[in-house]
């Protein structure tokens, strides 16, 4: 079974679980199971070695992950930044500003989406900090939490993917071979990144035709219906506007210098790096603790030696933002370990295989790049790891630097990464838009599902159009298929809201 198309079952039948239960604990924790069965088949090792492989080599290990502790640190310090803005009255007092600036509910969406574009350096961060802000406003104006969460996701890792300065930047780069500038090559494939760029101009193009299909205007019906939910805390403190912008500014700042701190930016002789080195060669987990850290810490005293929230008021908020994030807490741990399930059974190698065998359709290569990744980063809930995975493979592929096919190869993998990522129930970056929204995550990945791949659709197309037009240079290439991409994306949208599906 390891390295075979068995490998990828555990984690299809988790999602196919999840979608048809609506419950992702046990789906997840059954695919873990069956992953822990097939490798104790093939390794012999009987029933001790599968509950050894299941809990020893997979959810203990996951858990004791030096990254992986570092992003569940930084989501409780961030379940605890939520709760004291929203106990000190920062949210509210924003909530009430924005009744005068903010009027209907497309503004309310607007901003949501410019907001997830303005904090593009890391997905998590991103999630966690929009969710937080807008969730008051968007209840107010009676935006389901489902669309809240697609709103939130679908800015969260496609802006990050086509940001120079960002997490995703640095991983991408990280996975270049030795001799290349990573991050140059990054920059060259942003123009490409179709899925990236088609998903943010869809979610204008939704909110402002005031149109939804699938499930989501299921959600979005229903919740004209309903009262108009409160999102925000018991107001504890005496807040203001400002008790709100400047933790989240604190947050951005930071974070971004932590984590430029972790890429040697600070430090001294032939060790120092440059900005963009530094975000580059940054260790985004110990970054975004560091800095989430300092922010809390700031944050504290900012507020109590105003009076604005009791210091016992403020221990409080702890354990009360932990509570918050419990459930993302969960689901990503099961979900790690599910991976590791996938991992042991050389799922990637199996799709590695696939993608050599078909290098010789070299101008339809970037189409079926885009599928392969798509399907890799759902199956495995992992973008960076599909990209560690398919960037060597079109690099081998396509070695000579000018040749435009290698170009948009690259921007297809990370294209087709973040499509698959974005929609996968066991993706982390699903999971936290989900926390971050407060919405159920089935609920948000089963709404967002047809969203996604309607874009699928249309950036596959585009990227046929890429690989056949590439002879006609990098530059004609781009012109040729963004138009077409383009026209392709609002017409058939307004054909689907003509036809109301």
Known sequence: MTGTFWSLVPPIVAIALALITKEVYSSLF?????????????????????????????????????????????????????ALMNSAGGSAAFGEWAKKHIKSKVDAQVATIFLGILI??????????????????????????????????????????IAPISSWAAAVAGFVSEGENGLALFCKAIPFNFYAFFTIGMLFLIVCLKFDFGPMARFEALVQKTEEKSSVSEKIGRGKVIDLICPILLLIVLCTIGMIYTGGFFASGEEHKNFIDAFANSDASV???????????????????????????????????????????????????????????????????????????????PAFIFLVAGFLAFSTGTSWGTFGILIPICIAVFPEASNPLRIISISACMAGAV????????????????????????????????????????????????????????????????IFGSVLLVGSLIIRKKIGK
């Not at 993302?328 to 370990?337: F, N």
């Not at 089963?446 to 006609?472: D, E, K, N, R």
């Open 120 to 161: 593009f350096i890391d997905d998590y961060f991103n999630c966690l900090t929009v969710g937080s802000v807008m969730r008051p406003i968007t209840d107010k104006y009676k935006v389901s939490r489902e669309k809240l969460a697609y709103l939130i996701d679908a800015t969260a890792a496609p802006i990050c993917i």
């Open 419 to 482: 499509a698959g990522d974005h929609c996968s129930p066991i993706s982390d970056t699903t999971i936290m838009a989900s926390a971050g929204a407060q919405c159920d995550h089935v609920n948000h990945v089963s709404t967002q599902l047809p969203y996604v791949i309607h874009i699928v659709v249309v950036s596959f197309v585009t990227y046929l159009i890429a690989g056949l037009t590439q002879g006609l240079g990098i530059v004609a290439s781009g012109i040729i298929s963004w």
């Open 287 to 365: 970054g975004l603790v560091l800095g989430s850290v300092a922010a809390l810490i700031l944050t504290l005293a900012f507020y109590v030696p105003r009076r604005v929230l009791p210091f016992k008021a403020c221990m409080s908020c702890i354990p009360e933002g932990f509570k918050a994030m419990v459930p993302a807490i969960l689901i990503l741990s099961l979900a790690w370990t599910l991976k590791a399930m996938t991992d042991s059974l050389e799922a990637t190698k199996y799709v590695a295989g696939l993608m050599e065998k078909v290098g010789s359709i070299k101008v339809l290569l």
């Open 30 to 82: 059954i695919g873990i199971l069956i992953g822990g069965a097939f490798f104790a088949l093939d390794a012999s090792s009987g029933f001790t070695g599968f509950f050894t492989h299941v809990f020893s080599d997979g959810l203990i290990k996951q858990l004791s992950d030096s990254w992986n502790v570092g992003i569940l640190v930084f989501l409780v310090v961030l379940g605890t930044m939520v």
